[in-house]
Each structure stands twice: as structure tokens, then as C-alpha cells.
């Protein structure tokens, strides 16, 4: 989709990048409030093991009340006072995102107000790499725009940040892939304007997705040469068949075209940012092996995806 150095260049500058860099840039504060001591430092130290680090701080639910956070987690270990309650369901209802943990002895306690998704138990035997891997996706989704500067300053943070950002773009290209071919049903203008629609929207969303990435794992997002040339031989190989599959769709039918349209978006989309994640994190591009497996599991993801977007 990005044929050359000028069209990336081009589509780039269109991006907000000086707001993408602030927002890596400004520090960020998670605040743990816990019904003790205890479980409030056990879930700090799961997201952040230093406790001198000072972006992860503590409290108890009902009695620290003041310091404000971009994002909250309540930790739940035995029954809330009153107070304590009530800080919850302010907490809630509050601009900065929320997420509760509850111990599994606790997890039977009734929580009015919180989605079930925003729900994570701690089970008495999980060893820590098992509850920071749920605790950080409920975490990652609560708050996204939090987690992206909080990934790129706390690397365990850094391989949900880059997952989540990866799935939704390749959930919301898929989504604007099913709707761009619509207008390929109107006669004469229908298939143009559908596939300028395609291109310029989708490759948008990557290019803006790859700078995600860049900043998540230490870069400087600043647009310069030096970025885009880093950047593009890591794509280049993941568009090359990406195009073709794309040419091959566009000789179907538009009705017939469509679901196949939808699934390569995803699936170009999911495997040029694995690809770009995997350069940023390694410094090198995945094996040939690896893509393959890439290739596979979107997929698969793809297919689990369209059965849920609406009106399929």
C-alpha cells in the first residue's frame, strides 16, 4: 500500500505527530488504592518493581483521598468499610479510568458499578507472570491512551501496550475495509471513490500505528528521514504480498470482494505491526518462519473478528 519513499512521506506529514510525542513524552501516574497496605504494594510491584521508580503509588481506599492519578486501581482484599465503598463508587464514576483487583478470597464481594471487564481476580497460587499477564490487558484496555506513555517508561508494560495497539487498528481498518466497499456497488464512481477511500484511511492508520510503536519502545517520534527510513524497510516485505492479495480481491465482484477485502485489511494490518514490533524490539525484522506464523494467526483472528462486527 505505501509504494514509495514520497507517498509515505507524504501521508505523514498529514499525521499529528507533535501531539504523538507530547503524549509519550508527558509523564503519567497510576495510583494504587488498596483495602490494606498489603495488597495495594503487591499490585504496584506487579506493574512496576521498583518502588523508587514513583509512577506507581499507594494508598488506602477511604483514607487518601487527595493525590490525584491518570488512572486508578482499586485492589480488593477483604470487606471495604463504608468509606472505603464510597471512594470506590466515586472512583467510578471519576474522569480517570478505573480497574479493581480482588484478591480470590474477596472475589465474591459485590462491586456496584464496575463492568466485569474492568474485573480482575488474583488467584492465591498464580505466580506473578500469570496475574500481570490479565492484570495488564484489563489495564491496557481500560485505559489505552494512559498505558501508551506508562508502556514506553515501564518495560513491563511495553508487549500489552504494543498488542492492544496492534489488534485495535487491525480491528478498525477491517471494520472501514467492510464499509469503503459499499460504494463500490454505485455505478461508474462507486469503485473509485471506495478505493481512494481504502487506500489513504488504511494506510493512515498503520503509518500512524508504526510511530505508536516507534515511541513505545524508546524512539524518538520526531518526522525526519531518519524515522522513515527506518521504518520502511521494516514494512516493505509485509506490503509486497499485502498489495497482491489486495489486486487479487479486486477482481471479484464488489458484494463477492468484500469479505475477503475486510479480512486482508486485518490481516496486512496485524502483520505490518507484529513486524514493526518485533524490529523495535530485537533491532532486527522477524524470520521468514515467523511471518509465516504471523500470516497465520491473523487469520485466524480476522475470521473471529468479522463474525463480530456488526451487520455481517
Known amino acids: 500500500m505505501i509504494g514509495n519513499i514520497t507517498q509515505f512521506w507524504r501521508l505523514t506529514r498529514e499525521l499529528d505527530i507533535g501531539s504523538l510525542r507530547e503524549a509519550f513524552e508527558r509523564p503519567v501516574s497510576l495510583r494504587v488504592l488498596g483495602s490494606d497496605g498489603r495488597i495495594a504494594d503487591r499490585v504496584a510491584r506487579l506493574i ?3 518502588p523508587q521508580a514513583g509512577e506507581v503509588t499507594t494508598g488506602l481506599l477511604g483514607v487518601d483521598r487527595g493525590e490525584r492519578a491518570d488512572a486508578y486501581i482499586a485492589a480488593i482484599a477483604s470487606p471495604l468499610e463504608a468509606e472505603a465503598r464510597r471512594h470506590v463508587s466515586d472512583l467510578s464514576v471519576s474522569e480517570a479510568p478505573l480497574l479493581v483487583v480482588q484478591a480470590e478470597e474477596a472475589s465474591g464481594m459485590l462491586v456496584l458499578g464496575i ?9 492465591a497460587f498464580e505466580s506473578d507472570e500469570e496475574v500481570r499477564d490479565r492484570l495488564f490487558k484489563s489495564l491496557v484496555a ?38 469503503s466497499s459499499l460504494p463500490a456497488n454505485l455505478p461508474i464512481v462507486g469503485g473509485l471513490v471506495g478505493d481512494v477511500a481504502d487506500l489513504l484511511v488504511l ?3 498503520q503509518v500512524l500505528l508504526l510511530f505508536k510503536l516507534a515511541g513505545l519502545y524508546g524512539r524518538d517520534v520526531q518526522l525526519g528521514p531518519e ?3 527506518e521504518v520502511l524497510p521494516v514494512v516493505g516485505g509485509a506490503f509486497v504480498w499485502r498489495t497482491a492479495a489486495r489486486a487479487l480481491v479486486g477482481l471479484l465482484p464488489s458484494m463477492l470482494g468484500l469479505l475477503p477485502k ?6 496486512g494490518t496485524y502483520v505490518v505491526g507484529n513486524t514493526a ?6 533491532g ?12 497465520e494467526e491473523a487469520a485466524r483472528l480476522a475470521s473471529a473478528t468479522l463474525g463480530r462486527l456488526p451487520g455481517r
Request: proline share 10%.
Open 48 to 50: 512496576e518493581p521498583d
Open 115 to 123: 463492568p466485569d471487564d474492568r474485573l480482575v481476580t488474583l488467584g
Open 142 to 179: 481500560a485505559a489505552p491512551e494512559v498505558m501508551l506513555s506508562a508502556g514506553r517508561r515501564h518495560p513491563l508494560l511495553r508487549e500489552p501496550v504494543a498488542q492492544h495497539l496492534i489488534r485495535d487498528t487491525s480491528r478498525v481498518n477491517a471494520q472501514f475495509a467492510a464499509l
Open 203 to 205: 494506510t493512515k492508520n
Open 227 to 229: 524515522l522513515v527510513a
Open 262 to 267: 475486510t479480512l486482508v485489511a486485518y490481516t
Open 277 to 282: 514490533r518485533y524490529y523495535y524490539r530485537f
Open 284 to 295: 532486527r525484522k522477524p524470520p521468514p518462519e515467523m511471518l509465516r506464523e504471523l500470516r
